[in-house]
């Protein structure tokens, strides 16, 4: 499955990259962000985020679907 | 309403949410301070995922007029890179009356910070210390 990825803050500076779409064969965000934090070796851990899907709020057990759009929240700091 | 810019945002203080029925008006300015923990400041560095960050926005607004007793209540929050003393948030609430207006602001500044996706890194004075990303440490475990 395909899934589009974009990154904001520390895991985009980690990632290099702001975009990009991957093949996967899991569906759930906490498996996929497993597999993207070997491959780019991010520096926070799972339960330091928060997820989107589709810009909207969604829980790491979220099935996704191909072509959905995948966000991982670090800690936010507004204000 | 929410808003994000990415230019300055002082003019947005010109502002009059005034209506007949309104009996007062509090403002909150979110201001670049020159330290944090310690370390002397030179600059921010704001990113905003924008589409996510416009939907809390207004979603924080929604519940502030649900749950205080206001007429009104707008915020914007600028992104890029700020200096010292540049506006970073800017908040207006209009009520018939003081005290709701007060602790709505309030309200919305304390959930902008936990729940819009923005972010901000701090660039040191000392430049033998690396820039980072910050966050409120009480807030950000889930």
């Known amino acids: ?79 | 309403m929410f808003e994000i810019s990415s230019t300055s945002i002082e003019e947005y203080k010109n502002k009059s949410f005034v209506t007949p029925e309104c009996g007062g008006v509090v403002t909150f300015e979110g201001r670049v301070r020159n330290h944090n923990e310690g370390q002397s400041v030179e600059s921010l560095e704001y990113e905003v995922y924008d589409v996510l960050a416009l939907k809390e926005g207004e979603k924080i607004l929604k519940e502030t007029k649900g749950k205080f007793d206001i007429l009104d209540a707008f915020c914007v929050h600028r992104v890029g890179h700020l200096q010292i003393g540049d506006l970073a948030v800017w908040i207006a609430v209009t009520s018939k009356h003081r005290r709701d207006a007060f602790r709505a602001c309030e309200f919305i500044i304390d959930e902008v910070k936990k729940t819009v996706p923005i972010w901000k890194k701090e660039h040191y004075a000392d430049k033998s210390i690396d820039s980072k990303w910050v966050f409120c440490e009480e807030d950000h475990r889930h």
């Open chain 1, 1 to 79: 499955m395909k899934i589009n990825i974009k990154y904001f803050a520390s895991l985009r500076e980690q990632a290099n990259k702001s975009e990009e779409i991957i093949e996967t064969t899991y569906a759930k965000p906490s498996e996929i962000y497993n597999e993207l934090k070997k491959k780019y070796n991010f520096s926070l851990e799972l339960n330091e985020l928060k997820v989107a899907v589709n810009d909207c709020y969604e829980d790491f057990n979220y099935e996704m679907k191909e072509m959905d759009t995948l966000v991982y929240i670090p800690p936010v700091a507004g204000g």
